[in-house]
C-alpha cells in the first residue's frame, strides 16, 4: 500500500515539473509538435500517478486489502509510467521517431493495469 501511495505522488509532483518545464522551458526549442507530445506525457503520467494513489488507497485493510491484483495494477501503471512516458519525454527532446515505436508498449501496461484493477474489483467487492 505505502508503496503505490508514494509512486503516485512521487510521480504527480514530477508531472507538474515536467508539464511546467515544457511549457516554459522547451518554448522557442522545440517545435508546437514536440511540445504536444511533452504535454501527453506529462498528462498521462498524472493520470497513472493518480491510478497508484488510488490503487494504494484500495488496498487498506478497510477497503480491498492485499489483493494481488491491485499488486499486479501498482506495477503495471508505474511500468507504463516509465515507458510510455519516458519514451515520449525523450522523443520530444531528442526527435528521433523511432522511439515512438516504444510508447505503445506503456500504453498497453497502462491498460493491463486498469484491467487488473477491474478484476480486483470483481473479485473482492460484495
Known sequence: MKIFLIAGAVNAMISVGMGAFG??????????????????????????????????????????????????????????IIIFSGSLYVLALTQIGILG??????GVAFIAGWIMVIIAAVKHVG
Open 101 to 106: 515505436a516504444i510508447t505503445p508498449i506503456g
Open 23 to 80: 511549457a516554459h522551458g522547451l518554448e522557442g526549442k522545440v517545435s508546437d509538435h514536440y511540445i504536444a507530445i511533452w504535454e501527453t506525457a506529462a498528462k498521462y503520467q498524472m493520470y497513472h500517478a493518480l491510478g497508484l494513489i488510488l490503487i494504494g488507497i484500495l488496498q487498506s485493510q478497510a477497503l480491498l486489502g492485499a489483493a494481488s491484483q491491485l499488486n499486479w495494477a501498482g506495477w503495471l501503471m508505474l511500468a507504463g
